[in-house]
């Protein structure tokens, strides 16, 4: 990561990606903020059509989520989805640049930061997708790419949002992360280092920041961990990025979470299973969850009257060919060749399926005509 990081220059956009790379080649682009239940208020940003058809109306097609603009109109899925005559819809949960507003809390509270992906599941997701169905009276078409993969399969593992999800895309799905090929991740869930860093104080966790700097310094001194190429020793090796386009991710993608998240995740690679936040005593997980241990998520009760579209790549990493394949068979026990569609690109790791130069020809036109038969 570090020599094709030097290389990127700074180009700060004060509108942010959306309205910064929209405004450029010509599309419009809408931004909302979205209060979830417990307080926290998202910046959600909306491209409801291309360029070229602002007299369309947009109020029969369905939107869709979680999609990105960080290229060109050729190769960004926002802007490819756009001009299939899809309204697009682009969430930003708690904790990124443009959605560090709370009703009641600064980022600077500890409290801000007492979340994990349980909360992206139960609170942040369906506010923003209930909000784009309010606005659009239309079923949704999801797409995620990692977090936000395990976000969506935690929500219909609860048979929530299944009355406004009309199909869903898993790029590079993380739910089983045991056996994960990141020498890096397994070395600090292993550790308990999110746990020390949380013990130690600290409830932000900047990718950049001087936080995510201490942490590494506990890690690097390992042999075999690879701190050169950062990205790579997490996400696996991509194939296909060109420098402009991994330049533009430098720049906007690295955004905040919370530590607790990061000990949610590493206890996702050392348990084996997908359960909520372990609190890490019987007392806490009792007061919580009225039982000694965390419950689990039941991924095998996913219904299947929603269609799956999944992707995964030979090298990725986080979503690594074993996991990707026992979560396939947890999935297709109640869906059939007919409601899930599979693509498996051997050379493709985690960043390759949003940033891939050859994306829109392997991944995206397949996607599009996912969409249309669904």
Not at 98 to 121: G, V
Not at 177 to 206: C, D, M, P, Q, Y
Not at 252 to 268: C, K
Request: glycine share 6%.
């Amino acid at each position: 990561m570090n020599d094709i990081a030097d290389r990127c220059a700074p180009s700060p956009h004060p509108l942010g990606m959306c309205q910064s790379r929209a405004t450029a080649f010509g599309y419009p682009c809408e931004e909302y903020k979205v209060t979830t239940e417990d307080g926290y208020i998202l910046s959600l940003k909306r491209i409801p059509h291309g360029p070229h058809d602002s007299n369309t109306s947009t109020e029969m097609r369905p939107p869709d989520g979680a999609t990105w603009v960080m290229s060109t109109p050729k190769q960004s899925l926002g802007f490819i989805l756009a001009d299939n005559g899809f309204d697009v819809w682009i969430a930003n949960s708690r904790g990124t640049n443009s959605s560090q507003n709370h009703t009641s809390l600064s980022t600077k509270d500890p409290a801000y930061w007492e979340w994990s992906w349980d909360e992206l599941a139960s609170y942040d997701l369906p506010a923003v997708l209930q909000f784009a169905y309010d606005h659009t009276g239309e079923k949704i078409h999801y797409i995620g790419h990692s977090l936000g993969t395990l976000m969506i399969l935690a929500a219909f593992s609860e048979h929530k949002l299944l009355d406004v999800v009309r199909s869903a895309v898993l790029l590079c799905p993380i739910a089983y992360l045991s056996r994960t090929k990141s020498k890096l991740l397994k070395l600090a869930a292993h550790i308990f280092l999110a746990e020390t860093v949380h013990w130690l104080g600290f409830h932000e966790f900047n990718p950049v920041g001087p936080v995510a700097h201490e942490v590494l310094s506990q890690i690097c001194n390992d042999p075999e961990i690879n701190c050169y190429d950062l990205f790579s020793a997490v996400a696996g090796p991509d194939c296909c990025l060109n420098t402009s386009t991994f330049c533009a991710f430098l720049e906007h993608a690295p955004q905040s979470t919370s530590v607790r998240n990061l000990i949610h995740l590493s206890q996702l690679v050392r348990n084996g299973g997908v359960s909520r936040f372990d609190y890490g005593n019987a007392k806490d997980n009792m007061k919580h969850y009225n039982q000694p241990r965390p419950p689990p998520y039941n991924l095998s009760s996913i219904p299947n009257h929603v269609p799956i579209f999944l992707t995964h790549g030979g090298e990725d990493y986080l979503g690594d060919v074993p996991d990707t394949r026992h979560l396939l068979r947890t999935l297709v026990k109640k869906h059939n060749s007919d409601s899930i569609e599979v693509i498996y690109v051997p050379d493709y790791a985690h960043a390759d399926f949003i940033m891939a130069y050859n994306a829109p020809e392997l991944i995206y036109g397949p996607m599009v005509d996912f969409f249309k038969r669904h």
